[in-house]
């Protein structure tokens, strides 16, 4: 994590504006094709929502916009990002928060992801506290049941609450086919705008269509059949 020097940044203006906002919140979302991944999820074995996780990691670490956060009213930009994810096991009404490293092999990924759910399950460890702080972090979650139209998350301190938040719901097959998801995206305005958002459901969308349709052993995606469910 490194520190921006307020005085010369381009968004100091921005950010002594909307850091005295009660709600500085942008939140977008809209609908996505998941069907390739969904499928490339089932030939693997692999969980598909951990398989989301993964993705939507991967392209926040694309954007610097998404890297950057206000401490103390400082700006900073973040070496890296842990994604922590919300886990529901079947027969539960209580979730879990889940933290896991990421890493740039999905199959691995998502099996480490699953298996460290699956800990915590075991563990009945309901905690909210992360070895990556509070900083360099990325909150994701999902609700399955809706297809919703808007999502807004929950804030603990709108004065120096600036992570990023990425949820998803119920994907629903539509006329032609393709499975489609409610995504949404919940950023700080003082550290980005609606421009970055729309870069991030770009780049996000690319990534989806790019998923081959046959397992491969190239770019990070692996032959082998993860015991992951």
């Known amino acids: ?29 809209a609908q996505i ?56 096991p079947k027969g539960e009404e209580q979730f879990y928060v889940v933290e896991q490293p990421f890493e740039e092999d999905m199959l691995s990924f998502c099996e480490k992801a699953k298996t460290t759910a699956e800990a915590l399950t075991a563990q009945k460890e309901h905690s909210f506290m992360y070895g990556a702080g509070e900083t360099e972090i990325l909150y994701i979650s999902c609700i ?22 990425i949820s998803w719901g119920k994907y629903v097959r539509d006329r032609d086919g393709r499975l489609m998801m409610s995504f949404s995206v919940q950023v700080h305005h003082a550290l980005m705008d609606g421009y970055h958002v729309g870069m991030y459901f770009e780049k996000l969308e690319a990534w989806l269509s790019s998923i081959p349709e046959q397992t491969s052993g190239k770019d990070g995606i692996s032959d082998e059949r993860s015991t992951v469910q």
């Open 1 to 29: 994590m490194q520190y921006i020097d307020l005085e010369t940044w381009p968004r100091k203006s921005l950010v002594e504006k909307y850091s005295t906002y009660v709600f500085p919140y942008i939140n977008i979302g």
């Open 33 to 88: 094709d998941v069907t390739k991944l969904y499928d490339y999820a089932k030939r693997n074995h692999i969980s598909f929502y951990c398989a989301m996780i993964y993705g939507a990691t991967k392209i926040a670490l694309e954007i610097e916009n998404f890297k950057y956060r206000l401490v103390d009213g400082k700006p900073v930009i973040c070496d890296s990002l842990t994604p922590v994810f919300t886990y529901l």
């Open 144 to 165: 399955p049941w809706i297809n919703y139209t808007h999502f807004v998350r929950t804030i603990e301190d709108a004065s120096k609450d600036n992570v990023p938040r």
